[in-house]
């Protein structure tokens, strides 16, 4: 890690961190690659099946080994070089992306939805493994103090490739062919191989190895059941990804049924909530001493329902557009937000395992609510499906907040972790 400055903006402090604007660039790059890989394999199943139900199993299968993996992962991340695991994941995501392009390239005719389906479930496994020590990895790179600043920036980069990937992949999709939209997504994750190559995580003093893995697991549940914030965040967390989130999946058919529009522009509002999250991540990048974390959380998760929900009812795309852009605003505050407290409201030698059960809840609360949306949306309409998963976040958003301490207390900092974790 290297020293603090104390002259100039925060961001040019955190900037200022070679290894830190490498991991920077690597969110970038693999946002992007992985959010064009999206649009164009739910674009793809959503022109051969013509059905909401299977465009709903994209993201299904994309998060199911989630919640199988992220708890071993986040053990694996206190254990084990984080630099190495970064690698091996990227090494993996690259080939994984290679084989599907050799499927798409020369047997297209022979492809069927579960093709697809296997592909996307390896892809969510491999980011399972990564995404606990990637977070944490940032934690060690520029510490504790410079936190909420690089979440911020990471967030900002993951942004920016969020925004882009859609909107590359849309047009390609409208120019050229499915391969060679594919294509993209193999350069950009070989570029990207390159990039983790060269990153330097500093070492983290790690969990003894002679305590076993269930064991160590239950430590960390353990910790976060007796701690009323982190049971507050990881509630929220479920709801979000249950019942507000799957709509992204969707917007092709909203788009393409509903708002009469081609694949450029489904990808150009795939990206628009991108807008909205970069503008509030630079401001939060740029904040000072927050001391209630939780209100940023809770304010952006209700805006991302409430705009969610006369997004599905808006009749024209210049709206819509600017709603899900609306809705990235709020997004903001959650996702940074949501790494910020479980880091800082969890002792060291456990935040790996931490950000595992969090990965933990996201798995748990996406493929159920793709799943359902989509399952609703066959039976009745996707906009009162939309309707009636947003209704039951905000209602059930109530009981959380009144039981735990997410809005009502700063965040303090938690005593060392016991040796035996």
Known sequence: ???EHRAG??????????????????????????????????????????????LGLVLVFNNLPRPLLSLFSGLLADRVSRHRILFVAQLMKTLTVAIILSVIAFDFELLRPWHVYSAIAVQGAIKSL?????????????????LVNALSLDVISNTAGKMAGPLLGGVLLDTVDFAGAYLVVLAVNTLNLGMVARLRVPLQQTGRLEVSALRSLGVAIAYAVRSPMLMGLLSVTILMNALAFPVQQFIPAIGRDH??????????????????QLAGAGLMSSTRGIRFHGRFFVAGSVAVLVLTLIFAWSPWYALAFALRALGGLGQSGFSTMQSAITMLA???????????????????????????????ATVFT???????????GLLSMIPVLALTPLISRPLTQPAPAVSKT
Do not use: K
């Not at 934690?139 to 410079?146: H, Q, T």
């Not at 708002?259 to 909205?276: C, H, N, S």
């Open 1 to 3: 890690m290297e020293p």
């Open 130 to 146: 990564e995404d606990p020590s990637r977070r944490t990895a940032i934690m060690d790179i520029v510490g504790e103090r410079r």
């Open 346 to 376: 969890t002792p060291q030698g456990m935040r790996g395992r931490m950000m595992g059960l969090l990965s933990f809840c996201i798995g748990v609360g996406t493929p159920l609510g793709g799943l359902e949306i989509g399952a609703l």
């Open 259 to 276: 708002l009469g529009v081609g694949a450029t522009l489904v990808g150009l509002l795939v990206a628009a909530e991108g807008f909205g």
């Open 382 to 392: 996707i906009q009162g499906a939309i309707s009636a998963n947003v209704v039951v």
């Open 9 to 54: 903006s925060p961001i040019s402090a955190v900037l200022r961190n070679a290894d830190f604007r490498i991991i920077w660039w690597v969110g970038t790059l693999h946002e992007f690659a992985r959010r064009m890989e999206l649009l164009i394999l739910s674009w793809l199943i959503l022109q051969v099946t013509d059905s909401y139900f299977q």
